[in-house]
């Protein structure tokens, strides 16, 4: 049933969008064909493929190193390198751009040592972008891949080491395989978000599919097209989760929680070298972004800072607050449904509800947007006009509108890490409770709510952060007087007014931190 | 493992939600009395720290209380038309003739009788049926490292297509709509096939790929990486505030002949306001000299009531004659202009 509810609500924009085909927009599409389409589908693969291959290194090795290893640094190191997860992609390209492009400080000192015309990396090339969203991106493989090893715990490493096997074979070929659920399931976050990314993209100015979509939108006028090419990257997404099922075959991946650390001592220079790998992440990925921010922030928190700017914080952290509730509570009922009903790698009707995170943020809130307002309109106003009121707007501009679009938005996010959590637990616990005359409500309670809380708590994270984050709904369907931190650095952002938006922009990222902490912290334990 | 502590807090976290939910549909709905306190509903595009100040004097004025959100032009423009009747929206505020134009164009704006917006505001900055009206002027015009250039060698748009600027112009992306509604005014004055030739020009000029931003685009002007570019004057007056010594300078073009590109931003009654005679009220105090120089003043942009003087920072800029094409011409050509854009692989 949550599974349904779940798939409907995902259903209604993607309604929507699938509608705009009932409109023929020929002249665009032969346009698009003629001139774009080539160079738009070779950059969105460039990009996708860039960013899948580094965000999987970069993850994949983080998390090895800080859930296997003990090098200098390696506890602090350990939350450190979630950080990145909570500054926008469009800051740090930003931020990125400003200060490697020709006008920023790094090639002007490199022009004052070397001579005007010395060969310089072009950073505004596909690059550029590439390296930006795998930097914000890598934290979703890294959690979820270190919170897989975590669990695995050290027994299965010590048997295959017994049988002869060196440190890196056996992470090969034992605890990577047992970690690939996590894997995949951040892998294909990143690439989603990757895809419907249009902030980051835009600064660098490379165009992708998704930059196609704003132009047919904005540029021709025609959201029919724009949600016609966004159904094709619909589609593609779809596909794409389907290889990935199909790939993952019927393996089981379930193992006990909650065993003692591995922690291989790397000495030495080895030790070193894995210190400045994990500390160069941290440096370029947050601490050179939120130092910069901090630099602007200085200059205008004088003048901005005041009882609306604690309104923008208040409103940040309610939304974000409820809407990580909602989706929990969601995820947790779909997940627990399907493996109540034995489907161990889900169903279609699961993947669907997935979908939202892949599309574009802005066509999706029109979608939502368009739906509630057909409601408001058919169901709604003449039920007022029945009741002798005057018909007025219940759905669109409510809180509630809102958070169902958060919740369709970003259900994948909140998924991913319940349900792979989920998958590691043995049938055989719920088998026993339910032998012991545990009711299903109980078995969830008492069996899977404490095996879960590592993987709950990650859910929990990313959806607050993402939600927090979240600018076109948020933009679209906010209640009036509702602003928060993601409305203001759009605000300002949209009029380049990049020094007025860091202080929003470095609010947003320290209210992350303490949930990144914490979660840290009970993962550990 | 120690008890549960999720399941505590999920209950706690339910109550919260349920608590906030109740709140927020009470802020919702508004009493049904809400009709006896006048109160306006504005969408708009044009930010906030630009329209507030305005919004708050206007209040204290008059005791009407104007609420608003703002977004970007797109998805307000899709929102009033899925709202349709029942839409709160009194008011829809834009920047770029285009966007007033394609929202005309979906019957979201009403016809506007009024002398005070007819006179206040000249023919060529609102809309033919009077349902738009320009609020504030921008011009996109050029500018130049004046370490590089001096004045005399610059004239017109059409002559940055020449090859003596060989790899030495910088543009902003073609997906800026200030960017198409100048080459949408250049096929209006020009026919298509000349203005087709122009732009292919300018990308041949090209000193580096096109910037995403008029102030990333100014600054390479300014460290050296190309010698001149196009950009939107308050843009310009900004980076100027910031650091008065800085080597960039403005210059009208086309001053022989049709004039200087000029933008709007402005305002429109939706066809479905609950309060169309409070709201074009106020948009005419919008377009009074009490609100117009201010209104321009926040942006560094030029007040489009000609009774009243720019400030003194853009005076400093020096008189220019603009083109006077009905700013209507930006939207209906701008599909044009960006297809013309697209051929001539400008990105």
Sequence with gaps: ??????????????????????????????????????????????????????????????????????????????????????????????????????????????????????????????????????????????????????????????????????????????????????????????????????????????????????KSWFGFFSLTAAAQLASLLLLFVGLALIAEQRARGNGRFHQQAKRKRVGFKLRGWRGLLASAYCFS????????????????????????????????????????VMAACALLTMALLVAYGQRLKGHHHGGYLERLAGMGYALPGSVLAVGIMTAFAYFDRALINPFQVFLGLTPSQVLVGSVGALLAAYVIRFFSVAYGPVHSSLERIRPSYQEAAQMLGASKFEVLKRVYLPLLTPGLLSALLLVLVDTMKEMPATLLLRPFGWDTLAVRIYEMTSEGEWQRAALPALVLVLISIPPVIIMIRRSRA | MKGNPIAGSVRALVALVSLFLLVACGENSPPSGADAEP??????????????????????????????????????????????????????????????????????????????????????????????????????????????????????????????????????????????????????????????????????????????????????????QCDLGIANTYYFGRMKKADPSLNLALFWPNQSDRGVHINISGAGVTTHAKRPEAAQALLEWLSSPEAQGQLAELNQEFPANPLVKASEEILAWGDFKADKVNVEAAGRLQAAAVRLMDRVDYR
């Design chain 2, 39 to 224: 109160s306006i509903t504005v969408y708009s595009s044009r930010k906030e720290h630009l329209i507030k100040p305005l919004f708050d004097l206007y209040t204290a004025k008059t005791g009407v209380a104007i609420r608003y959100i703002t977004d970007s032009a797109g998805p307000l423009i899709a929102r009033l038309e899925a709202e349709g009747a029942s839409t709160p929206a009194d008011i829809l505020m834009t920047v770029d003739a285009g966007n007033l134009w394609q929202a005309a164009e979906q019957g979201l704006f009403r016809n506007l009788e009024s002398p005070t917006l007819s006179s206040n505001i000249p023919a060529h900055l609102r809309s033919e049926s009077n349902q738009w009206f320009g609020l504030s002027i921008r011009a996109r015009t050029i500018v130049y490292a004046t370490n590089k250039l001096s004045a005399d060698e610059l004239s017109t748009y059409e002559d940055l297509a020449d090859p003596k600027w060989q790899a030495r112009l910088c543009l902003r992306t073609s997906k800026k709509v200030y960017n198409q509604s100048l080459v949408a005014t250049m096929i209006s004055s020009l026919g298509e096939a000349q203005a087709e030739g122009i732009v292919a020009g300018w990308v041949a000029n090209l000193a580096t790929d096109p910037f995403s931003s008029d102030t990333t685009m100014m600054e390479a002007i300014a460290a050296g």
């Design chain 1, 1 to 214: 049933m949550p599974v349904l509810l779940m798939a409907a609500l995902v259903m209604l924009p993607i309604t929507v969008i699938l509608l705009s085909w009932g409109t023929a927009e020929t002249a665009i599409w032969q346009h698009l064909i003629e001139t774009q389409l080539g160079r738009l589908l070779r950059n969105t693969l460039l990009l996708v493929f860039g960013v899948g291959v580094c965000v999987t290194l970069l993850g994949v090795s983080l998390a090895w190193l800080t859930a296997m290893c003990d090098f200098p640094g390696r506890r602090w190191l350990d939350w450190a390198l979630m950080l990145p997860l909570a500054v926008p992609s469009y800051v740090l390209a930003f931020v990125a751009l400003g200060l490697l492009s020709y006008s920023g400080p790094v090639q002007t000192l490199w022009r004052d040592t070397f001579g005007v015309g010395v060969w310089f990396p072009n950073v505004r090339g596909p690059g550029g972008v590439i390296f930006v969203l795998s930097m914000v991106l890598y934290p979703y493989v890294y959690m979820l891949a270190r919170g897989a090893l975590l669990s695995q715990g050290r027994g299965l490493m010590d048997a295959a080491q017994l049988l002869g096997r060196n440190h890196i074979k056996s992470f090969l070929l034992v605890a990577l395989p047992m970690a690939r659920p996590a894997i995949a399931a951040g892998v294909s976050l990143a690439l989603m978000e990757t895809l419907a990314d249009f902030g980051a993209v835009s600064i660098f100015n490379y165009d992708t599919f998704t930059t196609a979509i704003y």
């Design chain 1, 281 to 320: 992440v941290v440096l370029l990925a947050f601490a050179v972004p939120v130092g910069q921010l901090l630099f602007w922030a200085f200059e205008t928190a004088a003048t901005d800072i005041g009882p609306r700017f604690w309104g923008l914080v208040e409103h940040t952290f309610l939304l974000g």
